[in-house]
């Protein structure tokens, strides 16, 4: 047990020093970019044929700063669509780029391909150090412990030039350094490579629980990526449990579990347990039939010190029933990051999540801020969402409870590359600012991974529309959604005004339609394997829009100001668009 403490003194010692010289760390992370990927095509476009080298801190930031331009991931795709199709002149990056993740979101309809180095899984490496590091002085586990990770990878596939294209997550699963965290954290999940890989949601998630329960004794946490799978995970074991009782009490393997390789996987690990079925059944018949399922988790696992997984911004509605099942256990909130870059780790794991922020590791990419003002006299029901920009300032300049949009420059070939999470500065940890998540920028409609913008959702309606006025005497009025997290799967609702009439038959096949349109990875994953529910349309009696506008113009000051939000949470507006639905259709796609 020392060892392991002492690598977790090391790692935040050297947290602390660059945190305490935030500033200093910052000029030399830039500094170290440009130097690796001197004279790329994209950097020479803008600053020339400069000499980094020669140059002091000040001067080059100043220098990269001026003549680089902000950009969004559509001004860099065309390079990495050049990488992706066997390109291997040095046009982002010196360091050949093999691999590429798809972020989730869409460029102009398209699955958004992000560079992914060694450096990205490094990173990774070291931020999971580092948060073991801090967790372990509020919730020290012991040497050799289990988790119980609910952790799924998606299917790799090609591009035309030969590069191999999967999610962040799945690159991390399949790499030398996922092995090397476990070795190093001490920590070991409880299921194999073939579980973890199995790309079938229900299969997947039934065998994370049957084999979390074969270790129940040695889980010291529980974990996900989001807190949204470790909900849906205990939803689902809600209605499985027996079949799970049955498998541990004969060493056995349900007969839903259909992959060869995940059978043999997990039947090579269990082994015949009566007792241990026995002591689950009478645990589970008494929080099934007393306690409506409260304080599952520490009553099965009666080691776990903790839950972890992504608990802040969209996350935040799951928080209600991860508590119920969690009892009296912490939840702790996981890092934050995105696809581009690790931005900051979560030093005070003791904390809720919604009182959690990140301090910002300012060796793993060049932060800039936007600074962003939210614009005046708009209420949540009729505001457009958007802000006021000012100039970027970096690091060193960011003010106490400012808003920003964060910028990145990466090692990965990444330049003033605007990321789209709006953040607050909360604090500082030494020098290094600490950001809480507000939410992403343009992003309306998301439950888990999957994350689609106004311009996503208006793409989808627009090609449903014109199948609607294809096939009958009908057109839509206007349009809203809302991302329904209460139902489980969650799903997406999309309200619709009509006008003119149109047969069932064809506003299932528009249903159908924009269920189908969605192409963001994240949206396409999850609904095949139904960690997403189907696309529901629901068709609110005319006029219905009419009453939304007349209960804002109190607020907004007029009919002309009123904007209908492409998105809603705001419970007033759902109980008038609920209240008018007349029908409901469910999409039949991905079944």
């Known amino acids: ?96 780029i093999t ?29 999971f150090r580092l948060s073991a590091a801090y967790r372990s002085r509020f919730y020290p586990i012991r040497e050799g412990g289990r988790i119980l990770e609910f952790i799924y990878a998606g299917k790799e596939f090609k591009t035309l030039g030969g590069l191999t294209v999967g999610t962040a997550t799945t690159h991390y699963y399949a790499s030398e350094e996922f092995k090397t965290k476990q070795e190093t954290t001490k920590s070991f999940t409880c299921s194999p490579q073939e579980v973890i890989s199995g790309g079938d949601f229900g299969q997947c998630t039934y065998c994370h629980l049957l084999l979390g329960l074969h270790y129940s004794s040695q889980v010291e946490f529980v974990a996900s990526a989001f807190s949204y799978t470790i909900v849906q995970a205990f939803s689902f074991f809600e209605e499985i449990w027996r079949e799970i009782c049955a498998d541990i009490k004969e060493g056995n393997l349900s007969s839903r579990i259909t992959l060869p390789k995940m059978r043999k996987a997990v039947l090579t690990l269990i082994r015949p347990n009566p007792s ?6 009478e645990v589970c018949t008494e929080l099934e039939s007393n306690l409506g399922w409260l304080g599952l988790i520490p009553k099965l696992w009666p080691n776990a010190k903790f839950i972890s997984s ?16 969690a009892g009296g256990l912490p939840l702790v909130s996981a890092d934050y990051g995105s696809t581009e870059s690790w931005i900051g780790v979560n030093v005070d794991p003791n904390l809720p999540p919604e009182d959690v922020s990140f301090a910002v590791i300012p060796t793993f990419s060049y932060f800039e801020f936007i600074p962003l003002y939210r614009r005046q006299n708009q209420s949540d029901i009729c505001s457009d969402g958007d802000f006021v920009e000012e100039k970027p300032v970096p690091l060193s300049q960011v003010k106490l409870g400012q808003e920003y949009e964060l910028v990145l420059t990466t090692f990965t070939g990444l330049y003033r590359y605007r990321l789209g999470d709006v953040v607050e500065v909360t604090g500082f940890h030494k020098g290094t600012p600490k950001l809480s998540f507000i939410y992403r920028r343009k992003l309306i409609l998301t439950i888990n991974i ?62 159908r339609e924009m269920d189908t349109a969605f192409v963001d990875y ?8 139904n960690s997403i529910g189907p696309l529901e ?8 829009f009419g009453k939304v506008a007349e209960r804002c113009v109190g607020k907004c000051g007029g009919l002309n ?11 007033v507006m759902l109980n008038i668009l609920d209240d008018s639905t007349i029908k409901r259709f469910r999409s039949s796609a991905y079944n």
Not at 47 to 68: I, R
Not at 276 to 281: Q, R, T, V, W, Y
């Open 1 to 96: 047990m020392e060892t392991v403490e002492a690598g977790h003194d090391d790692v935040i010692g050297w947290f602390e020093h660059v945190s305490e010289n935030a500033c200093k760390v910052q000029s030399e992370t830039l500094r170290r970019i440009l130097e690796l990927n001197s004279g790329v095509e994209y950097l020479r476009k803008w600053l020339g044929t400069v000499d980094v080298e020669k140059m002091d801190d000040y001067t080059l930031e100043t220098l990269f700063t001026s003549l680089v331009p902000i950009v969004s991931h559509a001004d860099l795709d065309p390079y990495i669509q050049r990488i992706a199709d066997g390109e291997t002149s040095p046009l982002l990056t010196q360091e050949p």
């Open 537 to 544: 349309l629901r068709v609110v009696e005319r006029g219905t």
């Open 310 to 325: 992504i608990m802040t911004g969209s996350m935040l509605p799951y928080l209600n029933k991860l508590r119920h099942y």
């Open 99 to 127: 691999v590429l993740s798809l972020s989730s979101g869409t460029t102009e309809g398209r699955q958004k391909y992000v560079p992914f180095t060694r450096h990205s899984a490094q990173t990774t490496l070291q931020i």
């Open 522 to 529: 994240g949206y396409v994953v999850s609904r095949r394997m």
């Open 561 to 571: 100001q009123f904007k209908t939000p492409r998105c809603t949470t705001n419970s």
């Open 450 to 511: 999957d994350k689609n913008t106004e311009k996503d959702l208006q793409r989808v309606v627009d090609k449903a529309s014109q199948l609607l006025s294809q096939t009958t005497r009908a057109e839509v009025v206007d349009f809203t959604s809302h991302a329904d997290v209460i139902a489980r799967p969650g799903h997406y609702v999309i309200y619709w005004e009509i006008r003119g009439e149109a047969e069932d038959k064809a506003l299932e096949e528009c249903c």
């Open 276 to 281: 241990l079925a026995s002591h689950i059944e």
